[in-house]
């Protein structure tokens, strides 16, 4: 439920992506080098009091690149448009920005810095991820406050401020959707029985070694060795092997069937027998933070949101008003500060966009 206002999803969803993606963000930043030197590096927009340039846009479609690449997907069409459209909008915001704005998204963009380093570990694994799609902590951050200062501005020129009595009311009407279930928080060791890459099943005899080694590995846990060690050491799960097999916690209905069930029946601190589904042979360990089903009422804090459900409440009012009144604003700013698409190819698109809407909204009349 946070407001996201722009771009900055794009760019963090390529750098946490680059590790699984080094090569398509390498290649992708090894190609915006090479088109600015032969072309340079043009002004594809302008605007009173503001220019936007080619590398601009190219710097955020590359993390969105190498972002869609890691998960084995594709961008959406006219993504480039729909992301150089949000820039001009940072850029007409920053315009309308006070200095009480600029101070307040400064100091929210500090606390997105902060959350992301917790979950990159350290800021050198974080200077790392953004090197491989091209990017510095500077022009991370540097983004990062320019989208929170325009998501302040037009907070403000909106005069969207939800109330207390607002935010009770959304939350009588949506109560269902701040009931948690219980939820299930586990490491894991698994030893894979089939090939990762073409999911067919490995040799008999391969299986039959691996179905050993996994109980020796279920002995060793029962006898007090650190589960954490001996994941890091001997799991083949890449996406947890490195956090010693710890999974985010779990509602029932996410996993695999048989190591849900497994994963539900543990006690803190218990360790399963062996459990076999399609991708092998595993051993959980329950942690101490298994979550009972609850409702959280009004005044109280969801720890996974980092927020109360009040804050919750105004925020996803915030985001409903936005979304009614900014797009008549934004079009009002453009006008204003006569805005130009330079790029021809761009120009066109959009105009075909703007015609085949008209035409869809004048069929809709009638």
Same mark, same amino acid.
């Given at each position: 439920?946070?407001?996201?206002l722009i771009?900055?999803?794009?760019l963090?969803a390529?750098?946490m992506?680059?590790?699984a ?5 390498a ?9 600015? /030197?032969? =072309?340079g590096?043009p002004v594809?927009?302008? +605007?009173?009091g ?15 690149? !190498?972002?869609a ?10 993504? &480039?448009?729909?992301?150089l459209?949000?820039?001009i909008?940072i ?10 704005d ?22 050198e694994?974080?200077?790392?991820? $953004? ?11 540097g983004?990062?406050v ?12 909106l005069?969207?401020?939800?109330t207390? %009595? ?10 269902? %959707?701040?009931?948690?279930?219980e939820m299930?928080?586990v ?13 067919t ?13 996994i109980d020796?590995?279920r002995?060793?846990?029962?006898? +007090?060795? &650190?589960f954490?060690?001996? !994941?890091? %050491?001997?799991? %083949? &799960?890449?996406?947890?092997?490195e956090?010693? +097999? ?5 509602p029932?209905?996410?996993m695999?069937?048989? =190591?849900?069930?497994?994963? =539900?029946?543990l ?12 991708y ?12 009972a089903?609850?409702?959280?009422? =009004?005044?109280?804090?969801i ?7 009040? +804050?919750?409440?105004k ?6 008003k936005?979304?009614? $009144?900014a ?6 700013l453009?006008? &204003?500060?006569n ?6 190819? $761009? ?12 035409? /869809? ?6």
């Amino acid at each position: 439920m946070k407001l996201k206002l722009i771009l900055s999803a794009a760019l963090i969803a390529g750098a946490m992506s680059a590790a699984a993606a080094t090569e398509n963000a390498a290649a992708g930043t090894n190609a915006n080098a090479a088109m600015a /030197a032969l =072309f340079g590096d043009p002004v594809i927009v302008k +605007g009173k009091g503001f220019e936007i340039k080619r590398s601009e846009l190219d710097q955020v479609l590359s993390g969105a690149k !190498a972002n869609a690449a890691a998960q084995g997907q594709m961008l959406p069409p006219n993504f &480039d448009l729909e992301i150089l459209n949000q820039l001009i909008t940072i850029q007409l915001l920053l315009q309308k920005a006070t200095p009480a704005d600029r101070a307040a998204g400064q100091a929210d963009a500090d606390l997105q810095y902060t959350n992301l380093l917790k979950r990159f570990g350290s800021a050198e694994a974080f200077e790392r991820q $953004l090197k491989a799609v091209g990017m510095t902590v500077a022009d991370l951050r540097g983004k990062a406050v320019q989208e929170a200062v325009a998501k302040t501005a037009l907070k403000r020129e909106l005069n969207v401020a939800p109330t207390e %009595e607002d935010a009770k009311d959304y939350y009588t009407k949506h109560a269902a %959707e701040f009931e948690q279930p219980e939820m299930a928080h586990v490491r894991h060791i698994l030893l894979m029985t089939i090939d990762p890459a073409s999911r067919t099943p490995l040799l008999t005899n391969t299986v039959a070694a691996k179905r050993k080694q996994i109980d020796d590995l279920r002995k060793r846990a029962l006898a +007090g060795e &650190d589960f954490a060690k001996l !994941a890091k %050491e001997f799991s %083949e &799960d890449p996406g947890s092997k490195e956090n010693g +097999g710890e999974l985010p916690e779990f509602p029932r209905g996410q996993m695999m069937p048989e =190591f849900e069930s497994a994963a =539900f029946a543990l006690a803190s601190n218990q360790v399963s027998e062996v459990v076999t589904t399609v991708y092998g042979f595993h051993v959980i360990k329950a942690t101490e933070n298994k979550s009972a089903a609850k409702k959280y009422n =009004f005044a109280e804090t969801i720890p996974q949101a980092n927020d109360t459900v009040a +804050g919750i409440c105004k925020k996803q009012l915030e985001i409903e008003k936005i979304k009614a $009144l900014a797009p008549d604003y934004v079009k009002k700013l453009r006008t &204003d500060s006569n805005v130009e698409l330079l790029d021809p190819a $761009l120009k066109s698109l959009e105009e075909k966009l703007d015609a085949a809407s008209a035409a /869809a909204n004048s069929e809709a009349v009638k």
